[in-house]
Each structure stands twice: as structure tokens, then as C-alpha cells.
């Protein structure tokens, strides 16, 4: 059975701090692994990722996709309270792409 | 541009009624899907459609329906609703076939209570 598995599923740290976010996935026919940001109402789109090794930023955040050991992270670097959220990772599977999730990892950054 | 919206925000329902929840979307995309999302469980599948007039089971499919009569639009029903369906319900949408892109575009969500 297809899976994909967060951790931790949650995260306490202070503002300024770096985090590091993971995914692992155990998924056939894998075409993509996608990030979202969730912060009470519709996730909202991070990375798309298709290629092992190769990093996507965006401004304190990347990713980076393994898929020889079936596994991103996600790290946010000098946390502000606006990164405050869950983090939804989520694989594309099959011809039709259709999307997996994990349970999500609930960060909380401290002032 | 809109992006994907969702009708009703809120809804309470007592066992056994019935409700139709309506996603539209205004960026021509072909693919639309329905999730629901409970605590601690992630968003899981419903139903999703690949173009106008298909339909398809997702993961959890039982005791819903679902038609796509029109490009935009993508409704989900419940013909007698169950405590077991009180859950936050999110639409999302896709570019589809010719792209590479697999980013899903989600709604505000409706929140639905069964009592």
C-alpha cells in the first residue's frame, strides 16, 4: 500500500532558529513529491519536485528530493512567527498524477 | 481570477439529510478533485474528475457522489449524511494532460458538521 510518512508530526522552536522538515514515501509509480503550506485554511503551494539532488529554494526555504532512499526535507532557515503552520508533504503517483499525502508536521515558532 | 472557490463555508447537518457542496473554478483547468480532511489523518481522496462528464473513485469514495457536468464546476454530494462525514471538505484543481506540473490549486474548504 502506498504511503507517505512525516516527522515529526510536530515542532516546537524560537524565532531565528533552523528547522529541518522530513518525508519519506514507499509509493509506486512515483512522478512527483510536492510541499505545502497549510495555515488554517487551503494549503498553499511551496516546491514541486521531480529530480533527485536537485535543491529548490525560495527565499529561507528549500527542499531537496532523494529518490534513491525515497525521501525529501524541507528546511526553513532563521524561522520567523509566520512560518507558524502545518507542512504537508505530498507524492504524485500513477498515470493521472493524483496526489498521496502525510499526516503533516505542525510547527509553532516562538517569539 | 478567482482561483477555486467553495459553496457553502459552514454547514450543519443532522443525520440522514442530504447536501450538495459546490466547487468552481476560473483558470480552465481540466483536472478537479475532492478531499476531506480530518484531524490527524492528512487530506484524503474522495472523488476526482479528469475532464467534463468523468468521474472517479478516489480513496475514501463511500457514501458520496459526484458529477462534472460543466468544465468549472465539480460537486460533491451526500444523499443521508453520517457523524462520520463531519470533517473539512477542500476542492482542488489541476492544469491536467500536456504539462509536467502536477501542483494542485485548493479552495478555502467547507467545514461540515453532522449531528
Known amino acids: 500500500e502506498d504511503k507517505v510518512v512525516q516527522s515529526p508530526l510536530s515542532l516546537v522552536v524560537h524565532e531565528g532558529d533552523t528547522v529541518t522538515l522530513n518525508c519519506s514515501y514507499e509509493v509506486t509509480n512515483f512522478r512527483s513529491l510536492l510541499w505545502y503550506k497549510q495555515e488554517k485554511k487551503a494549503p498553499t503551494f511551496l516546491f514541486m519536485l521531480?529530480?533527485?539532488?536537485i535543491e529548490k529554494k525560495s527565499g529561507r526555504l528549500s527542499s531537496i528530493l532523494d529518490k534513491k532512499e525515497l525521501f525529501s526535507i524541507l528546511n526553513i532557515t532563521a524561522t520567523q512567527t509566520g512560518d507558524s503552520a502545518v507542512y504537508l508533504c505530498a507524492v504524485g503517483r500513477g498515470s493521472q498524477g493524483n496526489l498521496i499525502f502525510g499526516k503533516g508536521t505542525k510547527l509553532s515558532v516562538k517569539p | 481570477n478567482a482561483g477555486v472557490t467553495q459553496t457553502p463555508k459552514f454547514r450543519v447537518l443532522k443525520t440522514g439529510q442530504s447536501m450538495t457542496l459546490l466547487c468552481a473554478q476560473d483558470?480552465?483547468?481540466?483536472?478537479m478533485y475532492w478531499y476531506r480532511q480530518d484531524p490527524g489523518m492528512g487530506l484524503r481522496l474522495i472523488h476526482y474528475?479528469?475532464?467534463?462528464?468523468?468521474?472517479a473513485k478516489g480513496e475514501v469514495p463511500d457514501g458520496y457522489n459526484v458529477s462534472r457536468l460543466k468544465k468549472q464546476n465539480f460537486l460533491l454530494g451526500l444523499e443521508s449524511a453520517a457523524p462520520s462525514q463531519t470533517s473539512v471538505y477542500f476542492c482542488?484543481?489541476?492544469?491536467?494532460?500536456?504539462?509536467?506540473?502536477?501542483?494542485?490549486?485548493f479552495g478555502p474548504g467547507t467545514r461540515l458538521t453532522v449531528t
Open positions: 483558470m480552465n483547468h481540466e483536472y
Open positions: 521531480t529530480s533527485s539532488g
Open positions: 482542488a484543481s489541476r492544469i491536467g494532460f500536456g504539462t509536467a506540473s502536477y501542483e494542485q490549486y
Open positions: 474528475s479528469v475532464g467534463e462528464g468523468t468521474t
